[in-house]
């Protein structure tokens, strides 16, 4: 829409001109968390409040939210720190030990006897295997018990509607979910408990596209000297996927770099399993 503003980018930062940086959320998810009603500081349940989620995409936050309230489960919003994953990807590991033993100090209070929840998945990745492997001494220690209490949002949700802690019932929806795997996601092993998630949608049949990684991969898709590679990589299946939805399907995935590559090349959106689930959930 600013096609001055985009070139600036890519001749200052090397940011491809044909790509639409995401756009900062008026309000963050700390500021409308604080509106929300009955909320309980000590509850079992923290929701790590990610960059991604605070700045841009508060409402899939506030979906999580509705689900944990709809099942009578009390969720307290942790503080608003990173998980080092932007730095460790580009190689800055003495930034990213520093910021480690930051996010691990602020989140070891929370971990206590409480469950962790982590909406993107190439957060809890960094948050359980490369801040404990990263860090050294004393925040070593806080990084192993902050990863052992975090858990991706579709896995801890399934575990707690499969074993009976929650209970929540949800109205027919969209009649087939394409669910696309983060890549970090399917490193860990957690696409299945996604799968499962969305299969609790009346009439729904989900489909696992399998398409292998989006092409995005963080902010390499977002350079000008990778820009032809990361759209052929999205080409292969996940794009021709999205283009050929009909208007009873959707594509949901939970890495936000994998939902804004399938905006950006092929216009549709994409929702993260907690927005699609918030919509369909009953009271």
């Known amino acids: ?16 001109r044909r790509r639409a940086l995401p756009r900062w959320a008026t309000r963050t998810l700390a500021t409308r968390w604080r509106e ?31 689900l944990c309230d709809r099942a009578g489960t009390g969720i307290t919003l942790g503080p608003n720190v990173c998980c080092g994953r932007p730095l460790i990807s580009q190689g800055l590991l003495a930034e990213a030990r520093r910021r480690g033993t930051d996010t691990v100090t602020r989140l070891h209070s929370f971990a206590a006897g409480r469950r962790i929840i982590v ?10 295997d ?3 492997a990263l860090l050294r001494g004393r925040a070593q220690e806080q990084a192993r018990e902050v990863a052992d209490a975090c858990q991706l949002f579709e896995q801890w949700l399934e575990t707690e509607l499969t074993n009976g802690s929650m209970t929540l019932r949800f109205r027919p929806g969209p009649r087939r979910l394409l669910l696309h795997g983060h890549c970090h996601q399917k490193s860990l092993g957690l696409v299945p408990p ?14 696992d596209l399998d398409a292998g990684c989006c092409g995005m991969a963080g902010s390499f898709g977002y350079a000008t000297d990778h820009f032809e590679v990361s759209q052929r990589i ?11 939805l009909g208007p009873d399907e959707r594509l949901v995935a939970a890495g936000v770099s994998c939902r804004h590559q ?6 549709v959106s994409v929702q993260h399993p907690a927005e699609l689930l918030a919509t369909l959930v009953e009271e």
Not at 1 to 16: F, I, S, T, V, Y
Not at 39 to 60: C, G, K, M, Q, W
Not at 194 to 203: F, H
């Open 1 to 16: 829409k600013q096609p001055w503003l985009r070139a600036l980018n890519e001749h200052l930062l090397g940011l491809d």
């Open 36 to 66: 929300r009603p009955q909320r309980s500081d000590r509850s079992a349940v923290v929701l790590f409040n990610d960059t991604f989620t605070n700045y841009y995409h508060p409402e899939i936050g506030l979906a999580a939210a509705t």
């Open 119 to 128: 909406l993107e998945p190439s957060c809890l990745s960094a948050l359980r």
């Open 130 to 132: 490369d801040l404990p």
């Open 194 to 207: 996604a799968r499962a998630l969305l299969s609790r949608v009346p009439d729904a049949e989900v489909v």
């Open 234 to 244: 999205g080409e292969r299946r996940l794009l021709p996927a999205a283009r050929a």
């Open 262 to 267: 399938v905006h950006d090349l092929a216009g």
